[in-house]
C-alpha cells in the first residue's frame, strides 16, 4: 500500500492537497503451501496472465471530500495513525496541514520500514484484547465476525462476504 499526496484539483497551492491511497492486493488463491503452483477455476485464456508469479491488483482509493465519513481513506489513515506508521509525519493531521511546494504535483508519503511487513488488517491476540502485530485477520475470523454482526443487527440470516461481493456486484452492473 502506498499513500500520495496530490495537487488541489482546482490547482490551488494554497489549499491543502488531496489524499490517494493505492493498495496492491497480491493474488494468493491456492498458492500458500504449492511451491510455485497456481490454481486458476476460470476462463484458460486469461491462464498465462494468472501464472505471472508477481500477480497483483492494483485499487486506487481518491479522498472523498464531499463525503468523507463514508471515504474509506480516512479509515485507512486511522490504522495508520493508530500503528503510528508514517516515516516523515507524526499523524495524520500533519498530511493534511502539508502544503505541497509550488514546484511539486505530488508527494509520495512513505511508512516506516518497520511497519511495511504488517498486515493492514490483524486478528486480536489470543486470550487478549490486544490487536496482533503478525497475525492476519483471517477468512475464518470474518465470517464470524459478520454472523455476529448480523444476528445483533436483528437480520434473520447471517451476512457472509460473498452477500457483500454480490450486493456490490449488482450495484455496479445497475449503473
Known amino acids: 500500500m502506498s ?15 488531496e489524499i490517494m491511497i493505492i493498495v496492491r492486493f497480491n493474488l494468493m488463491k491456492n498458492k500458500r ?10 476462463r ?10 508477481n500477480l497483483s491488483i492494483e485499487v486506487t482509493i481518491r479522498e472523498d471530500r ?25 499523524s495524520s493531521k500533519d498530511l493534511y496541514a502539508y502544503r505541497l ?25 489470543p486470550y487478549s484484547k490486544i490487536i496482533s502485530s503478525t497475525l492476519a485477520w483471517k477468512c475464518s475470523s470474518i465470517n464470524v465476525a459478520l454472523k455476529d454482526l448480523s444476528l445483533r443487527a436483528g437480520m434473520r440470516y447471517h451476512v457472509t462476504p460473498y452477500d457483500i461481493r454480490r450486493a456490490s456486484a449488482n450495484i455496479l452492473h445497475s449503473e
Open 3 to 17: 499513500v500520495k499526496l496530490l495537487r488541489d484539483r482546482t490547482g490551488d497551492e494554497t489549499s491543502r492537497p
Open 33 to 42: 503451501n504449492k511451491a510455485g503452483e497456481l490454481y486458476v477455476p476460470f
Open 44 to 53: 484458460t485464456e486469461v491462464l498465462e496472465f494468472a501464472t505471472n508469479p
Open 66 to 90: 464531499n463525503d468523507p465519513l463514508l471515504c474509506p481513506v480516512l479509515d485507512i489513515l486511522a490504522l495508520a495513525d493508530a500503528d503510528n506508521a508514517w516515516k516523515n509525519f507524526k
Open 101 to 125: 511546494p509550488a514546484w511539486r504535483d505530488s508527494l509520495d508519503v512513505p511508512f516506516k520500514d518497520e511497519i511495511c511487513g504488517t498486515p493492514f488488517l490483524r486478528m486480536v491476540e
